[in-house]
Nanobody
Framework: QVQLAESGGGLVRPGDSLRLSCAAS????????VGWFRQAPGKEREIAAS????????AYGDSIKGRFTISRDNAKNAVYLQMNSLKPEDTAVYYC?????????????????WGQGTQVTVSA
């Protein structure tokens, strides 16, 4: 069982940066891949970034490549999403989710555990 809690969202201006954190409970968190997903109003949930259980494999959605960086600290049971050069279209609720896989799965349905989400709003 893994419980996840996101933090770090907020209201920022275009071009600003934010760092989201995902705090996890559970002794086996280091065996889970983690993904950051986002969902804007009226749109489907999409993956922003994912990281393997050990942290060596990372993947990013096309819309955020080069601007966001995912990382994890298994000693602290935490995963982070550093978001730079934010755009209004990055506005969404951001969720972290964990999957019992060493390598991040491609299907959203493979992620078993989800946090409650944190709102990110980018507006001038």
């Amino acid at each position: 069982q893994v419980q996840l809690a996101e933090s770090g969202g907020g209201l920022v201006r275009p071009g600003d940066s934010l760092r989201l954190s995902c705090a996890a409970s559970g002794r086996t968190f280091s065996s889970y891949s983690v993904g950051w997903f986002r969902q804007a109003p009226g749109k489907e949930r999409e993956i922003a970034a994912s990281i393997s259980a050990g942290g060596s494999v990372r993947a990013y959605g096309d819309s955020i490549k080069g601007r966001f960086t995912i990382s994890r600290d298994n000693a602290k049971n935490a995963v982070y999403l550093q978001m730079n050069s934010l755009k209004p279209e990055d506005t969404a609720v951001y969720y972290c989710a964990a999957a019992p896989n060493n390598i991040p799965p491609s299907r959203i349905s493979a992620y078993d555990y989800w946090g409650q989400g944190t709102q990110v709003t980018v507006s001038a």
